[in-house]
C-alpha cells in the first residue's frame, strides 16, 4: 500500500490542506443535512481521516430512514472499510479484507457507487490511498440499478451511523460527495512525483458535484458544516464548537498520543483525537505517535486532573513494550514528576516547582544533542531562561543519558496512574489557548512563547529539521 502523508512525509505537498474537523464519540459529534432525492444509482464518497478511538464501530457517513433502513460506510472495531445498505436485511455489503489500525496515519478513502453497471463487482469499488481494494472480507454486490439510501430524500450524518450510534472518533478532512458520477480516487489524489510511494491531496475545486453534491473543507471554524462547493448543501452542527477546528491534516500530519503503544490499562480512557487520556490503575505511559532522531521540538500538557503521580516527559522507542510501566523509574525515559522532581531511571536529578491541577507544563527537546528543559506555566525550570535555550546554552539544562542508547527515536509522553492530562502538540487544543503562540514556521498553537529554533512536532517540521 503507498505510505500516507504521515512520519513519511514529504516537505512540499504541493497542494495543502488547511483544516481538518475533529469527532469524538463520546461526545457523539456529527454533521447532519435532509437531502432532496436525486441520483440513488451513481455517487461518489471521498474523504481524509485519521483514527482516534477504535474499540467500537466508527461510521463515516450515512443515510437513514428508521432504525430498519438505513445506509452507512464505517471503519469497523476490527479496521475493516465497510459499506452497506439494510432494509430489515442486508441488500448489498462489501468489506475490505484490509484493516486501517494505524493512530499516527492519514488514510484517504474513497467509495465509488454505480449500480448501472452490468457486472456486479463495478457496482461498488473502495479504495484506500489511491488503490482499490480487491481482497474482500465481503462483497454482497447491490443488484443491477439498485437505489440506495443514499443521496435519497433523507437526512445525511457525517460521523454518525444510519442507526444513530456508532460516532466517529478522529479527524476528517476533505470530505467530498458527488452526486451523478462514479469517479476513481485520481480525481482526488494523485502519487507525489518526487516521492512515488506517497498518495497526496489535491484541489478537488473544480470537480463538478451534482446537485447534492458537497465539499466539506472545515476552514469555517464558526460553521465547520459549510459546503464549499457552491452548491451551498451547508450541514448543521452537533455538539462540534470551533475548538474542534484542526490544524492536523493530511498535508501536514501532527503528533498526537498513541493509545496502541506503551503499557496500558484497561480503565483508561482517550478522547479528543487521542489527545486527552484519564483513569488507569498503575503507571502507563503513552507516547506520541511521531518520533524525534534530529532537531529541536517544543511540547504543552495539561494535568486537569491530579490525582496519585502524573509525570511528563521523553522515552526512548524500544522501551514501549516492556514490563516496566514507570516511566520515570525507566533508565530510557526522562521525566518531570508531579512533585516537580526531574527523574531519570529513579535517580532525582534536581527539584522544582510541583504540579498543581489545571497547570501547563511546557518540554523543549534538542533531540539531536539529548538536552532537554521543562517549565511550569510558562516559567522554565531550573533556573533555565527563554534567551538561554534559545542560544543553546546548557548550564541549567538537564542532559539525558538515553541518546543513542539503542533506539532510533525518542517520543515525548505523559503518565497518568488515574490522573487526566491534556497534551497539545500544536495542531488540534483541547483546552483553550489565551494567548496563541507558533513556532518559526508559523505551526502550532500553544499558550506559552516557543523558544526560537523549537518546533511543533508535525511532518513539515520533520521534512525540514528531523
Known sequence: MPLILGTNSIKDTGYNVANSCRFDDGSTDNLSKSFSASNRRTFTWSAWIKRGDQSANQS?????????????????????????????????????????????AWYHLVVAFDSTQGTASNRIKMYVNGQQETSLAESSYPSENYQSFFNNNLTHYVGLGGNLGDAYDGYMAEVVFIDGTALDPTSFGEFDEDSPTIWKPKDVSGLTFGTNGFYLDFENASSLGADVSGNSNNFTVNNLTSVDQSTDTCTNNFATLQPNLGPRYSTQTFSNGNLSVSGGAGFEFHPSTIGMTTGKYYFEAKITTLTNYPSVGIIASHQFETNNQDAQSNSQGYVMHFNGQ?????NVDYTGTAMSQGDIIMIAFD???????????????????????????TTNAIFTNIINAGSDSYH??????????????????????SSGNTDGNGYGNFEYAVPSGYFALCTKNLAEYG
Open 60 to 104: 463515516l457517513f450515512s443515510a437513514r430512514t428508521d432504525s430498519s433502513n438505513y445506509a452507512t460506510i464505517r471503519i469497523e472495531s476490527n479496521g475493516k472499510f465497510h459499506i452497506f445498505d439494510i432494509a430489515t436485511s442486508f441488500q448489498y455489503q462489501v468489506k475490505t479484507d484490509r484493516v486501517l489500525r494505524d493512530n499516527s
Open 342 to 346: 526531574f527523574n531519570n531511571g529513579g
Open 367 to 393: 533531540s539531536g544533542n539529548g538536552v532537554i528543559w521543562f517549565g511550569l506555566n510558562g516559567t522554565w525550570q531550573r533556573s533555565a531562561t527563554q534567551s538561554e535555550i534559545e542560544a543553546g546554552t
Open 412 to 433: 515525548f509522553l505523559v503518565q497518568n496512574y488515574g490522573s487526566a492530562w491534556d497534551s497539545n502538540f500544536g495542531g488540534t487544543q483541547t483546552y483553550t489557548i
